[in-house]
């Protein structure tokens, strides 16, 4: 069974710029949410994929944006880059046929806006 | 809306020693709770889940939690701390039927000193 995996794993961008990052789904998981953890903070939910569309999105602006492709991968994007944009962003995957909530992890993207 | 509160950021204790790190969880609906934990560079990790079935919920490496309503507390235990232990650890809740978006704590960081 293939976890979750991300990429790029560490990356450098400055203000103003744009990025997007990858991520694969585990086997067998239709669902892809993504999280940002800003430094000492807990994750921070962005916005769920589901059958490649938005399915909830938490409080973050229209410049966080992601799609989902047919085989459940995922991207997120973030468009004008803020300083305060530097985090590690995570990507888990989950079965939206089992509503128990857990989800699996990917290591992570950890972004740095200078 | 759901939240969850961890009581104490740092948490320090003895090889050998007891660990509790708190949790307490405001939730309107029947919440299903977890425990993650985060090693250093390292996406997220489950190690025990409730999802309104025994109130006791073992996970792995020897931690336990019990879910108990009238506290609305989640407290993960393990009775006897090991070095590999030390990492930071969330707790996280979402409400039944919620599509698997989880809302996190802030962490405890947990050291466990000879």
């Known amino acids: 069974e293939t976890g979750v995996t991300q990429s790029p794993t560490h990356l450098i961008k400055t203000r103003g710029q744009q990025v997007t990052l990858r991520c694969s789904s585990q086997s067998g998981h239709n669902t892809v949410s993504w999280y940002q953890q800003a430094l000492g903070q807990g994750p921070q939910f962005i916005f769920q994929?589901?059958?490649?569309?938005?399915?909830g999105r938490g409080n973050f602006p229209p410049r966080f944006s992601g799609l989902q492709f047919p085989n459940y991968s995922s991207e997120l994007n973030v468009n004008a880059l803020e300083l305060d944009d530097s985090a590690l962003y995570l990507c888990?995957?989950?079965?939206?046929?089992?509503?128990?909530?857990?989800?699996?992890f990917g290591e992570g993207s950890r972004l740095t806006v200078l | 809306a759901q939240s969850v509160t961890q009581l104490g950021s740092h948490v320090s204790v003895s090889e050998g020693a007891l660990v509790l790190l708190r949790c307490n969880y405001s939730s309107s609906v029947p919440p299903y709770l977890f425990w993650y934990v985060q090693y250093p560079n390292q996406g997220l990790q489950l190690l025990l889940k409730?999802?309104?079935?025994?109130?006791l919920v073992k996970g792995i490496n020897g931690f336990e939690a019990e879910f108990k309503k009238s506290e609305t507390s989640f407290h993960l235990t393990k009775p006897s701390a090991h070095m590999s232990d030390a990492a930071e650890y969330f707790c996280a809740v979402t409400r039944t039927g919620g599509g698997n978006k989880l809302t996190f704590g802030t962490g405890t960081q947990l050291k466990v000193e000879l």
């Open positions: 888990a995957s989950s079965s939206r046929d089992s509503d128990t909530g857990e989800l699996f």
């Open positions: 994929y589901y059958r490649e569309e938005e399915n």
């Open positions: 409730y999802t309104s079935a025994a109130t």
